[in-house]
């Protein structure tokens, strides 16, 4: 159990958000706030527009209605590169790594943005270029230690097995140092033991490096475990938002995952 | 029996016992091969990181080769002229992302595909517009002469190409390997939406792969063009393109490379020992029947991911 921690600034706010596709609507006015520090579940059934949230918090999708309001700045949409730009970085569901490339360059690609050397220093390795990839080069280790994959670093990803491909993914994703993490099922498809790994990773990086995190997990007995804060959504509405105590006790809750007929 | 001697046998005797024509002849066929390995390293770069079979490519060759002579026959210096070819290469790959990848995002890629071959029509119709459609003359001024290497043969202009070629594809490694830009454009190359969550911008990558595919048809035009005049034909070795990226695989760069070099190098041989037996013209179509029978045992190709179908 989280005991109710002190969250002071709201790093993320969401308004009004109002997302369709065609005839289908994902998202139907959802409101709520992430704050500085904090780990925030969004939990919900099948279908009940989680993942369209991630993917207009980092700019995947672009919502008709309501505004995002992160680090104090309003918009109504963003596009994907600004949104990493400004600290944003997320997982997949459906792992989406670099599969041809190695474990190491998956990550280093996560430093994409915080290469500055000019590209022709690059191509002759000189110099400034070459000490600014040593750099990156031993943050990207660093989070290999940090998740603990160093006997896989030289591996293509696509031949690594499910459980560690997402803790590669977790990895690119740490390696820019991010101020807002989203995790869209970290533990989806893990067995017992992965889970708890990938239990202990987020909570270290929310611990260790200050990581606001944003979760989306279907496993109740993990989001209650970690989170101190829950949104639910039920076919693309808010209908619970709260710690996760008084969440799970919801009426409205219980009857969404139980299918009870609206 | 005689038949039979003469398709499996009396070629190889003849090899064995001329090998210093043999080695003219694969020589001969390892520079064509060099230029059909050039316009499908074209292909590949595009195919890989945006996913679009790039029908334009060859129209490509062409259109950068008709600027060079044009801007040559106006008087302007080689070097001048060959930067501001590619200064237009570089122009029209953003005017390609402006006006025809961004608008058809997310469309099927058979859409994007018909746009590439609305494109050849309009770099073909444009480029002779500008230029002419006479067959012209390039001058690059690449010494031609020919000198003897233990009995063989050979030609300045030839390894001068194949040393440009083998220049260029050195360069295109450590782009690729050595840069960020290089790791972004292999990143985008495997999954899209990935690699716009790590912030790499698309639009920007695009730019860059069609700038680099423009540059490539352009190495590929002088090449070509100073061998055999620039001509609307040009635009053709597209179509030779095709089977050595059947051979290759169409997301391996080094599979364009030894495709390349393959189709070069066998069809020559092919035509020089075998064709007399068929009345000759088989460089016409070997290069097809040699893809068909790939694709029948091998459709990945020599270097493709394999293709394993999900059900
Ligand atoms: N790109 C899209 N195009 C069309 N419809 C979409 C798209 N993305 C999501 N949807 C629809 O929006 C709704 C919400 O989907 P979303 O993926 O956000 O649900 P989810 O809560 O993540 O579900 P799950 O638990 O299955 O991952 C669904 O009806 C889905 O079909
Ligand atoms: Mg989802």
């Given at each position: 159990m989280v005991t109710a921690r002190e969250f002071n600034h709201v790093l993320l706010d969401v308004e009004d958000v109002s997302l369709s596709f065609g005839g289908v609507t994902a998202l139907e006015n959802v409101s709520f706030d992430v704050r500085q520090r904090e780990i925030r579940a969004i939990i919900g059934p099948n279908g009940a527009g989680k993942s369209s949230m991630l993917n207009v918090i980092n700019g995947f999708y672009h919502p008709q209605a309501g505004t995002i309001t992160y680090k104090g700045n309003a918009r109504k949409q963003v596009k994907t590169h600004e949104a990493a730009a400004q600290g944003i970085a997320r997982t997949f569901q459906n792992i989406a790594l670099f599969k041809s490339m190695t474990t190491l360059d998956n990550i280093m690609t996560g430093r994409n943005l915080k290469m500055r050397k000019n590209f022709l220093l690059q191509v002759f390795y000189l110099g400034p270029a070459r000490r600014e990839e040593m750099e990156h080069r031993q943050a990207a280790e660093r989070v290999i230690d940090f998740l603990e994959i160093q006997a896989i670093r030289k591996t293509p990803v696509g031949q690594l097995p499910y459980g560690l491909q997402k803790r590669v993914e977790l990895g690119r994703a740490l390696a820019a140092e991010p101020e807002l993490l989203l995790l869209d099922e970290p533990m989806a498809g893990m067995n017992t033991e992965e889970k708890e790994d990938m239990c202990r990773f987020i909570l270290d990086v929310n611990d260790e490096f200050g990581t606001t995190i944003v979760l989306i997990e279907h496993d109740m007995s993990v989001v209650m475990d970690i989170s101190d804060r829950v949104v639910v959504l039920d076919y693309g509405r808010k209908i619970a938002d709260g710690t996760p105590d008084e969440v799970r006790t919801k009426p409205e809750v219980i009857d969404a995952y139980l299918g009870v007929a609206h | 029996m005689d038949i039979l001697y003469a398709v499996f046998a009396a070629p190889f005797v003849d090899m064995w016992g001329y090998p210093v024509f043999f080695a003219e002849v694969v020589i001969t066929g390892v520079l064509t091969g060099i230029m059909y390995s050039l316009v499908a390293l074209g292909f590949v770069l595009i195919f890989k990181a945006s996913g679009v079979f790039n029908f334009a490519q060859g129209a490509m060759v062409l259109f950068a080769a008709l600027t060079l002579v044009g801007l040559m026959e106006h008087g302007v210096p080689v070097w001048l002229a060959l930067a501001l070819t590619m200064v237009v290469m570089v122009a029209l790959a953003f005017a390609v992302e402006r006006l025809m990848l961004r608008p058809l995002v997310n469309q099927p890629h058979i859409i994007l595909f018909m746009a590439t071959i609305g494109l050849t029509f309009f770099l073909e119709g444009f480029g002779e517009l500008l230029w002419g459609s006479n067959v012209k003359k390039l001058d690059v001024g690449i010494p031609n002469e020919s000198f003897e290497v233990g009995g063989v043969l050979l030609n300045q202009f030839d390894l001068f190409a194949a040393v440009m070629a083998a220049l260029l594809v050195g360069v295109l490694a450590v782009f690729f390997h050595q840069t960020t830009i290089g790791r972004a454009l292999r990143a985008v190359a495997d999954d899209h939406q990935a690699a716009m969550s790590v912030g790499i911008p698309l639009k920007t990558i695009w730019v860059v792969v069609w700038s680099v595919a423009g540059i490539v048809a352009m190495v590929a035009g002088i090449v070509w063009g100073a061998r055999?005049?620039?001509?609307?034909?040009?635009?053709?070795?597209a179509l030779k393109a095709l089977p050595v990226l059947i051979l290759g695989g169409f997301t391996s760069v080094p599979g364009a490379i030894i495709g390349g070099l393959i189709i070069g190098v066998g069809e020559k041989i092919a035509e020089i020992y075998w064709g007399p037996l068929v009345g000759g013209a088989i460089e016409n179509w070997f290069a097809y029947m040699l893809a068909l029978v790939f694709l029948l045992f091998r459709p990945q190709g020599l270097f493709g991911e394999r293709i394993i179908e999900r059900v």
């Amino acid at each position: 159990m989280v005991t109710a921690r002190e969250f002071n600034h709201v790093l993320l706010d969401v308004e009004d958000v109002s997302l369709s596709f065609g005839g289908v609507t994902a998202l139907e006015n959802v409101s709520f706030d992430v704050r500085q520090r904090e780990i925030r579940a969004i939990i919900g059934p099948n279908g009940a527009g989680k993942s369209s949230m991630l993917n207009v918090i980092n700019g995947f999708y672009h919502p008709q209605a309501g505004t995002i309001t992160y680090k104090g700045n309003a918009r109504k949409q963003v596009k994907t590169h600004e949104a990493a730009a400004q600290g944003i970085a997320r997982t997949f569901q459906n792992i989406a790594l670099f599969k041809s490339m190695t474990t190491l360059d998956n990550i280093m690609t996560g430093r994409n943005l915080k290469m500055r050397k000019n590209f022709l220093l690059q191509v002759f390795y000189l110099g400034p270029a070459r000490r600014e990839e040593m750099e990156h080069r031993q943050a990207a280790e660093r989070v290999i230690d940090f998740l603990e994959i160093q006997a896989i670093r030289k591996t293509p990803v696509g031949q690594l097995p499910y459980g560690l491909q997402k803790r590669v993914e977790l990895g690119r994703a740490l390696a820019a140092e991010p101020e807002l993490l989203l995790l869209d099922e970290p533990m989806a498809g893990m067995n017992t033991e992965e889970k708890e790994d990938m239990c202990r990773f987020i909570l270290d990086v929310n611990d260790e490096f200050g990581t606001t995190i944003v979760l989306i997990e279907h496993d109740m007995s993990v989001v209650m475990d970690i989170s101190d804060r829950v949104v639910v959504l039920d076919y693309g509405r808010k209908i619970a938002d709260g710690t996760p105590d008084e969440v799970r006790t919801k009426p409205e809750v219980i009857d969404a995952y139980l299918g009870v007929a609206h | 029996m005689d038949i039979l001697y003469a398709v499996f046998a009396a070629p190889f005797v003849d090899m064995w016992g001329y090998p210093v024509f043999f080695a003219e002849v694969v020589i001969t066929g390892v520079l064509t091969g060099i230029m059909y390995s050039l316009v499908a390293l074209g292909f590949v770069l595009i195919f890989k990181a945006s996913g679009v079979f790039n029908f334009a490519q060859g129209a490509m060759v062409l259109f950068a080769a008709l600027t060079l002579v044009g801007l040559m026959e106006h008087g302007v210096p080689v070097w001048l002229a060959l930067a501001l070819t590619m200064v237009v290469m570089v122009a029209l790959a953003f005017a390609v992302e402006r006006l025809m990848l961004r608008p058809l995002v997310n469309q099927p890629h058979i859409i994007l595909f018909m746009a590439t071959i609305g494109l050849t029509f309009f770099l073909e119709g444009f480029g002779e517009l500008l230029w002419g459609s006479n067959v012209k003359k390039l001058d690059v001024g690449i010494p031609n002469e020919s000198f003897e290497v233990g009995g063989v043969l050979l030609n300045q202009f030839d390894l001068f190409a194949a040393v440009m070629a083998a220049l260029l594809v050195g360069v295109l490694a450590v782009f690729f390997h050595q840069t960020t830009i290089g790791r972004a454009l292999r990143a985008v190359a495997d999954d899209h939406q990935a690699a716009m969550s790590v912030g790499i911008p698309l639009k920007t990558i695009w730019v860059v792969v069609w700038s680099v595919a423009g540059i490539v048809a352009m190495v590929a035009g002088i090449v070509w063009g100073a061998r055999s005049g620039v001509q609307f034909s040009l635009s053709l070795i597209a179509l030779k393109a095709l089977p050595v990226l059947i051979l290759g695989g169409f997301t391996s760069v080094p599979g364009a490379i030894i495709g390349g070099l393959i189709i070069g190098v066998g069809e020559k041989i092919a035509e020089i020992y075998w064709g007399p037996l068929v009345g000759g013209a088989i460089e016409n179509w070997f290069a097809y029947m040699l893809a068909l029978v790939f694709l029948l045992f091998r459709p990945q190709g020599l270097f493709g991911e394999r293709i394993i179908e999900r059900v």
